[in-house]
């Protein structure tokens, strides 16, 4: 259950920045977003989407019925984001640890903590 929190409050803080703060959250990866329509696309994905896994995760923690298939669904998506930055690590090289690295390992490693959290 501790797990499922940690991960929990991580989406969360990802949620908060992002709804507070969308061109600073995004600037690590050479992204601007300068205009208000930029700002509001990066306050959906990271800011309420982070919120709601948040939401999810604290609402597996609690209910034993949903736990299981909420947090695989986590885990797999988290899964997914990383496959998405070994595509592009085909595709467009970044050679730097910090953001692309950095983050690709968070996410197996959160990935792998809810998996072995319910397994």
């Known amino acids: 259950m501790i797990a499922i929190v940690v991960v929990a409050v991580f989406f969360a803080g990802m949620g908060l920045y992002g709804l507070a703060a969308p061109a600073a959250l995004v600037r690590p990866f050479g992204i601007q977003a ?7 696309e990066v306050r959906a994905v990271y800011g309420g989407f982070g919120l709601a896994v948040a939401g999810m995760l604290v609402v597996a923690a609690i209910d ?4 299981r298939g909420a947090v695989i669904a986590v885990a797999v998506a988290l899964g ?3 496959a998405g930055r070994l595509v592009g ?8 640890f910090y953001p692309i690295w950095f983050y690709f390992w968070v996410e197996v490693v959160l ?5 072995f959290a319910v397994n």
């Open 89 to 96: 690590r085909v595709v467009d090289r970044p050679a730097a």
């Open 111 to 115: 990935a792998a903590v809810l998996w």
């Open 80 to 82: 997914g984001m990383a």
């Open 34 to 40: 300068a205009g208000p329509h930029a700002r509001t």
């Open 64 to 67: 034993a019925d949903i736990r």
